[in-house]
């Protein structure tokens, strides 16, 4: 036995560490490859998972999305709704001064755009047959429009609505009122 050590030592002689060394060299270089290969599949991602990712993030995106949209068309709309009702506290100061409504928004003491329209961000405001006056959104605004009428509208009686023509704009309004059922087919939303 001792002869074919010698033998084996002799022909690996020109190595540096011998028979044992190649042992050595081979087991070390086998357990790196397979711990380099478990390293390697758990540094990153499947293509499962991240197609698992990308799904939940639709699904989520598809929920919350809309639902923000209206939210911020609501928030839009009250606003409308503030200046709406500044606007009708103003024309009924100036009924109990002339004994009428005004269609011009100067007699109220507004300070109103040159072609007689109030003017915010996002609406506009007017009023029309001495009855009513109305909130609309800009052209570029995707909003409902707010209609209060006047107190003393023989017709309505102070009613105010929120007019819906898309289901978008009768989800706006269905969260700020009821539907009329007395008026307007489903599409007007009464607000007080």
């Not at 949209?69 to 409308?80: E, F, I, L, N, T």
């Not at 052209?139 to 003393?152: K, M």
């Not at 105010?160 to 489903?186: F, M």
Request: charged letters at 20%.
């Amino acid at each position: 036995m001792n002869k074919i050590y010698q033998k084996m030592y002799l022909a690996n002689k020109n190595r540096s560490g011998g028979v044992l060394d190649g042992f050595t060299r081979k087991a070390v270089g086998i357990f790196y490859s397979k711990f380099h290969r478990s390293v390697a599949r758990s540094a990153g991602f499947t293509l499962i998972e991240l197609l698992v990712v990308v799904l939940i993030i639709g699904i989520l995106a598809a929920i919350a999305v809309p639902q923000y949209q209206v939210a911020v068309a609501k928030s839009k709309a009250m606003d409308a709704m503030v200046q709406l009702k500044a606007i009708t506290d103003a024309q009924e100061l100036y009924y109990l001064s002339n004994g009428e409504y005004t269609n011009d928004l100067a007699d109220l003491g507004l300070r109103i755009h040159e072609n007689g329209y109030l003017y915010t961000t996002y609406y506009y405001f007017q009023c029309f047959q001495n009855r009513s006056c109305v909130g609309s959104p800009h052209s570029g605004e995707d909003g409902v429009i707010l209609e209060f009428t006047l107190l003393h509208d023989p017709t309505y009686h102070g009613k105010h609505w929120c007019h819906a023509l898309t289901e978008r704009q009768k989800r706006i309004c269905s969260s700020l009122g009821p539907v009329d059922t007395e008026y307007g087919n489903g599409n007007y939303f009464l607000l007080n």
